[in-house]
């Protein structure tokens, strides 16, 4: 062995999420640390390295890139090579390489440790700035306009660095080395308050108005410190936020929130509440750790949590629910505004009758969406004056422009993993790696709660959630989605996917494109999505529990029991048939599907039956009903799980109109929550198989059994409760049927009704107890939000280039 070790060079390409995220400068430190020279630099793909040196310090770097990456940084793979050393003795941080793009974008961050530190340290020259950042948080999917990510091509390309900030910007060992968002009080953005303008201004015209025009009443750290007073004081503020605009109240003021409720025309969906810190969290809900380590995470969700029996917020934030979507703040502006304290008496402005201690600090703000019901999240300053004057009392903006909407995403915990209900800002547009290759494609998504997906190679890229597509502010924010995300990855789709429903504005779009198509059935993408996301091949039995999907034999899905994989799929087993009396009035009247279940299981007598919901009925619109139910008139057939749930909530007097989408079974679950369910007997049920075509599960038995204990008066929580369990008993009994047949022992769960925590609990427990593997949603959502993804795996597999399009149904 010779006196001295070896040299060795070696060439490393690491992909994933690694730009913008301060991978170079951690790169740079380190390889100062560990005395290694060679070069870092962007690449097309991520990041390329040289590293020259010993092999225990390249061991010791190899083992530093993996586990103590930069806390934005996602690495979706590491390879290396050696290659021949080279006399080199210092280590440089080099321009960006050319060659073929695979670029990933960092999702938005919420504010790091470091900078809430500096925030609130009145030695720190960004003491109270409400745009601290630095390269481990911050905006950067929300600011982006084109690539490469420099700071030319965000939204902070007019703000030119001060002298201070640009020697931060150079420094590779400074926290802030290549921030893009970086800024200070003196070169930065800024806070303006200004007060709604009265009466509201028209929505029609793109003319914008001066801040003395738009009524400005205060600016910088005075905006900041009034805001907090009109709060207290009860006002609606609208607060601009990373993604968009929030419309926010006191959460502990019922006044305040009630009147947010009847300005915003949202009658009782509940509203998300932000609250200080984690401390002060704990005094609304009762997390267990995987909750609360979701809640301080750098995505920072809306967690789904349980209230605690003494939770301060006000009843009329999330009525009729034992639950709170809860967040923390995740923009320095949100922390000003807990942590601002408060110049206003707030003993002078309280009736002389109220018990309530005066209060100098909010104790947590409602903070929804900043729009009218059913459109997109406001985002631009001008636009959102318009829309939200008739709502909000005062706008706190701020003059950094948001480049793509991205609303906050929502989770709740479920088998100790969190499950999206919403994926957005924190989550998008982070990628998916799929089991297979395929060429590059766009996905459109159905028509609510709509995303879309572009893929290439093994990466597939979900975007925000865009809403539901059922207006033009709605379609003109999906359209626009699509056109930045295949902008900023630069993904030119060779082929297209969308859903089999024929008036969906998604799927016209993707046949207006012109790309080569295919018409994915809804429930077959359900069933794709969580096989994707979970890594699957092969074949599988599909449980799709959900609200509405159009059939290929022209009804409605949602009860949907499959079996297949990417390549096509077979209907094994459905839930019975049953009208939808009035179409679409069904979905908004859960009267109308408790009459329908009745008719079915009890034919005309069930119009004689003492039920709140027929009792409603005049005799004319008894013979109405019908004709409707027995000739199929207005009545198409529907297999849907999530008619099963309003005709059951119905039934028990619970709700029979709706205001939001899934309400009825929200509550109907909450109801059956306030009882313990194990030991709980299943109502009766008949699994129907055919010599042909696909087995049928029929709930009439269980209905008259319902309408039983509705008439003896059992409470209303037990049999709530007695419904999840048959639902899932009668689930599980399907599964083992077809998983006899056809040999399969893998499960997978999707559909919106998976969202709800009781049904999905005891159908993974059933199966699983069975000896069934049982997957489910964690990297999207189960609802219609995770559909492109599975639209996306399956037009991949078929390579459908070839043709101008097929339908899903004709490919079995």
Not at 64 to 72: E, F, K
Not at 364 to 385: H, K, R, Y
Request: aromatic fraction near 8%; charge should be negative.
């Amino acid at each position: 062995m010779g006196k001295y070790a070896p040299l060795i060079r070696r060439h490393y390409k690491i992909t994933g999420i690694v730009q913008g995220v301060g991978f170079r400068p951690f790169v740079y430190r380190l390889a100062h640390e560990l005395g290694l020279s060679g070069l870092v630099r962007n690449s097309p793909a991520g990041v390329e390295i040289e590293a020259q040196g010993l092999a225990q310090a390249l061991a010791a770097f190899e083992q530093a890139l993996s586990h103590d990456a930069p806390p934005l940084a996602v690495i979706s793979s590491i390879t290396s090579d050696d290659i021949p050393i080279i006399d080199d003795t210092t280590f440089e941080i080099l321009p960006s390489s050319a060659g073929e793009p695979d670029i990933q974008i960092a999702p938005d961050s919420a504010l790091c440790s470091d900078c809430l530190r500096e925030l609130f340290d009145p030695s720190d020259r960004r003491y109270r700035y409400p745009f601290i950042t630095c390269t481990n948080c911050g905006p950067r999917y929300s600011i982006i306009t084109g690539i490469p990510y420099d700071r030319p091509k965000t939204t902070m390309a007019d703000f030119p660095l001060c002298q201070d900030c640009f020697h931060e910007y150079i420094d590779p060992l400074n926290r802030r080395f290549h921030a893009q968002p970086v800024a200070c009080h003196s070169c930065g953005p800024q806070v303006s308050l200004l007060k709604a303008p009265s009466p509201p201004l028209p929505l029609l015209g793109r003319e914008c108005c001066s801040s003395t025009q738009r009524g400005e009443v205060g600016r910088g750290e005075d905006a900041i410190l009034q805001a907090v007073d009109l709060l207290l004081q009860g006002h609606i503020l609208a607060v601009k936020g990373i993604g968009g605009y929030h419309l926010a109240v006191d959460a502990c003021n019922p006044a305040a929130v009630q009147k947010l409720r009847e300005r915003k025309q949202r009658d009782e969906k509940p509203f998300a509440v932000m609250t200080a810190d984690l401390e002060a969290a704990r005094r609304l809900a009762l997390m267990n750790e995987t909750e609360e380590r979701l809640l301080v995470s750098a995505e920072a969700p809306i967690v789904i949590v349980r209230k605690s029996p003494d939770c301060q917020v006000s009843p009329q934030v999330a009525p009729n629910n034992g639950w709170l979507g809860l967040m923390l703040p995740y923009a320095p502006l949100h922390h000003l505004l807990f942590g601002a304290g408060s110049t206003f008496d707030v003993q002078s402005s309280m009736s002389t009758t109220t018990n309530v201690e005066p209060r100098t600090r909010l104790t947590a703000l409602v903070m929804t969406s900043g729009n009218i019901s059913d459109e997109p999240v406001a985002f631009e300053d001008e636009d959102a004056i318009k829309r939200l004057s008739g709502i909000a009392d005062y706008f706190l903006i701020h003059n950094r422009p948001i480049h793509i909407r991205s609303d906050d995403s929502v989770m709740r915990v479920f088998q100790g993993k969190p499950l999206f209900y919403r994926r957005a800002r924190g989550y998008a547009p982070r990628a998916v790696k799929l089991p297979f290759q395929l060429q590059p494609l766009l996905a459109v998504g159905a028509e609510l709660k709509s995303s879309v997906c572009l893929a290439r190679n093994d990466q597939a890229f979900l975007s925000q959630h865009i809403g539901d597509l059922q207006n033009d502010s709605s379609y003109d924010s999906f359209c626009q989605t699509i056109h930045h995300l295949s902008d900023i990855l630069e993904i030119r789709p060779a082929q297209a996917a969308c859903d089999l429903h024929p008036d969906y504005l998604s799927s016209r779009y993707a046949e207006e494109s012109g790309l080569p198509l295919l018409k994915v059935q809804h429930h077959h993408a359900h069933l794709a999505s969580c096989m994707a996301e979970n890594g699957l091949s092969g074949e599988v039995i599909g449980v799709i529990f959900d609200g509405t999907g159009y059939g290929p034999d022209g009804t409605v899905w949602g009860g949907e029991f499959l079996v297949g994989g990417y390549d096509g799929y077979s209907r094994a087993a459905h839930f019975r048939n049953t009208p939808l009396p009035g179409g679409d009035a069904a979905v908004r009247e859960p009267w109308r599907m408790a009459v329908s279940y009745l008719y079915q299981a009890l034919g005309e007598a069930a119009f004689s039956t003492d039920h709140p919901a027929v009792r409603q009925l005049s005799d004319q619109e008894r013979r109405v009903f019908v004709g409707m139910l027995s000739r199929g008139i207005n009545s198409p057939m529907t297999s849907s799980c999530g008619r099963l749930f309003d005709a059951v909530s119905a039934l028990l007097d619970l709700r029979h109109e709706v205001s939001y989408d899934g309400q009825a079974a929200i509550e109907l679950e909450a109801l059956a929550e306030t009882v313990e369910c194990s030991g709980t007997e299943s109502y009766r049920y008949r699994v129907v198989l055919h010599e042909s075509g696909p087995a049928e599960l029929d709930f009439s038995q269980m209905i008259m059994d319902i309408l039983a204990d509705v008439d003896v008066g059992i409470p209303p929580a037990v049999i709530a409760a007695r419904f999840h369990v048959t639902l899932a008993t009668a689930a599980t009994d399907v599964c083992l049927i077809i998983s006899g047949s056809s040999g399969l022992d893998r499960v997978i769960l999707s559909g919106g009704a998976f969202q709800n925590r009781l049904l999905s609990e005891m159908v993974y427990n059933a199966l699983t107890k069975n000896g069934l593997q049982v997957f489910t949603h964690r990297l999207v959502p189960p609802n219609d939000g995770g559909i492109a993804l599975g639209q996306a795996a399956i037009a991949g597999r078929r390579k459908v280039s070839y043709v101008s399009w097929r339908s899903d149904e004709n490919l079995e």
